[in-house]
């Protein structure tokens, strides 16, 4: 640290922030273009179909018997192919979710303002094996008041709206 | 060397322009589980496990987190080397001789063709101040180097399109390539110009695929498998990166992989020892910048073997029967795996219309790609 402060007295220029976003201070900047087109393969292209169809399909495995979502053509834990498709439920409960102030970019949400935090919950699955489920959006709920356990279903986009994925379910909403 | 460690099992999917058809789990998966099925392990043997990708080529941030679930990894212990594949063949070397356990698994994977702006990808490597504002192509990079070497050494770009009409016509034999075609030298010097002297048909074209191997200490080795294939010498390096400062004319960083390569392999005169090479021909000539980095041809030698058909499947010293770079692919990452996939075949005598005779030592090796000098070479034995 000592070592560092006698640098900084011999040699350094303070600087402001003033006088770097000004462009005082020399930098480069670069912005990637950088594009991707994932090919998803028979199980995740047939889920993001079935979603387009308002369906939730998930894909067993004969070994274990898990049955999964996401569906997948091998079972990570067996090391085996997996069997047959099977349509799951589009409700569920709710295992773990949060009260979010911030969104993906990590901006703060203006919660005094009005706006209502966001609450992402993963949620299993009816009809999937204990721990398989979907991370989503609730809504149409007092963010204060979910609670571990609750039933919730899926609600989905009109079908004509529907491209193939996950956002295809707006959100998922308590039921009794 | 107090223990030898051998290949007791490969897998690959084989390698195309695209594969729309299934995701990099199912590529990944499918060589896992070929190489698994011939190793005879199941993927609780194995102790460790090293993948290998490169986040913005697969367009994930920490890419590494995905790559477990394919291999039957998961809850093992694996990483993943942001590097070349035979990088990763030498970390799982290490791992076996370093006590971890007997197996150990590598994996690569291409997905190129999911790359929409390959080109602008390859930029994003260069120096961010000294040269992407110039935003000169990647290309233009390997013209300069195509020059200078040309320059040095007084190979010509006949003797360059040779390359390409030899490993494009391998390569319509190798049922895993994808790129193989019958064309003479004069189609490869009137295509199109890219960065003068490089030509469109001097480079390479993307390929997708995923190839997987299984290690096996001494031991372990013999009881598995009736064919290992002992890697005898290993070696890696890197070159410095600045565009103004690097040795234009020689791959030094190839070079010096090799001579680590060679010394732990005992190795004293490559051509006599070493009978067959898979060389990094992701453009046409760096196959002949490798071979005499590698000490396989002298200084200005390797383009005059090539003219005179020395480096043909029935030439003295076949370079690239697998039809390399050029005529399977470029596979990014996994480069170094298609390399070690042609060896491993040739000395299990598996490379059917390109099958070699009498040899028995073979010679891998790949490169980075444009920017870098960075290399890697493997020597593998029956």
Not at chain 2, 100 to 111: C, D, R, T, W, Y
Not at chain 2, 331 to 356: D, F, T
């Amino acid at each position: 640290m000592e070592i560092t402060e006698k640098m900084v007295a011999k040699t350094a220029t303070k600087l402001s922030a003033d006088e770097i976003q000004k462009g005082k201070v020399l930098s480069v900047k670069w912005t990637p273009k950088l594009k991707y087109a994932w090919d998803n393969g028979p199980a995740i292209g047939r889920y993001l179909a079935e979603l387009k169809n308002g369906k939730i399909i998930a894909k067993k495995c004969d070994k274990c018997h898990r049955i999964m979502i996401p569906p997948r053509m091998f079972c990570e834990l067996c090391w085996v192919p997996t069997g047959e498709w099977i349509y799951v439920q589009d409700t569920g409960i709710v295992n773990t979710w949060v009260v979010s102030y911030v969104d993906w970019k990590a901006t703060r949400l203006d919660i005094e303002g009005g706006v209502r935090p966001l609450t992402p919950a993963v949620i299993e699955i009816d009809g999937a094996s204990k721990g398989m489920g979907i991370l989503h959006h609730l809504n149409d709920v007092d963010p204060w008041k979910i609670y571990r356990g609750m039933k919730v279903k899926a609600v989905w986009k009109p079908p004509e709206e529907r491209t193939g994925a996950i956002t295809d379910i707006k959100y998922f909403k308590p039921i009794k | 060397m107090s223990k030898r460690v051998a290949i007791i099992g490969i897998g690959t999917t084989g390698f195309r322009a695209t594969t729309p058809d299934v995701s990099y789990r199912e590529l990944t998966y499918e060589a896992a589980m070929k190489a698994y099925l011939e190793a005879r392990i199941e993927p609780k043997d194995v102790d460790s496990f090293v993948a290998t990708s490169e986040d913005f080529f697969e367009g994930y941030s920490i890419a590494d987190e995905y790559s477990p679930d394919q291999l039957g990894a998961v809850l093992k212990p694996i990483y993943t080397i942001p590097g070349d594949f035979i990088h990763s063949l030498a970390s799982a070397y290490m791992m076996i001789l370093s006590g971890i356990g007997p197996i150990s698994v590598v994996q690569g994977l291409s997905k190129a063709s999911n790359m929409l702006t390959l080109s602008e990808m390859v930029t994003f490597a260069m120096d961010p101040i000294y040269n992407r504002p110039l935003k000169e192509s990647p290309h233009a990079v390997a013209g300069l180097e195509m020059a200078r070497f040309m320059y040095e050494t007084g190979a010509t770009r006949e003797q360059c399109a040779r390359v390409v009409v030899k490993n494009k016509r391998n390569a319509l034999n190798n049922p895993y390539a994808g790129h193989g075609v019958l064309i003479d030298t004069d189609y490869v010097l009137n295509s199109e110009v890219i960065s003068y002297p490089l030509t469109q048909m001097d480079i390479s074209p993307h390929s997708d695929g995923a190839v997987v191997v299984v290690l096996a200490e001494e031991e372990t080795a013999k009881a598995l498998c009736d064919q290992p294939i002992w890697i005898r010498g290993i070696g890696w390096c890197s070159d410095t990166p600045g565009l103004e400062t690097r040795n234009w004319g020689e791959a030094i960083y190839a070079q010096m992989a090799g001579e680590m390569a060679y010394k732990m392999a005992g190795i004293r005169y490559p051509r006599k020892e070493i009978h067959f090479a898979e060389i990094n021909d992701e453009f046409s000539y760096k196959e002949l910048q490798h071979l005499e980095a590698l000490r396989i041809c002298k200084k200005g030698e390797a383009g005059p073997l090539t003219e005179i058909g020395g480096t043909e499947i029935n030439g003295e010293f076949p370079v690239n029967p697998s039809g390399g770079n050029l005529g399977v692919g470029n596979l990014y990452e996994l480069n170094g795996g298609l390399k070690v996939l042609e060896v491993v075949r040739q000395l299990r005598g598996e490379a059917g219309k390109n099958q070699l005779k009498n040899m028995t030592t073979g010679l891998a090796q790949s490169w980075r790609g444009v920017p870098t000098t960075t290399g890697t070479v493997v020597i593998l034995s029956n």
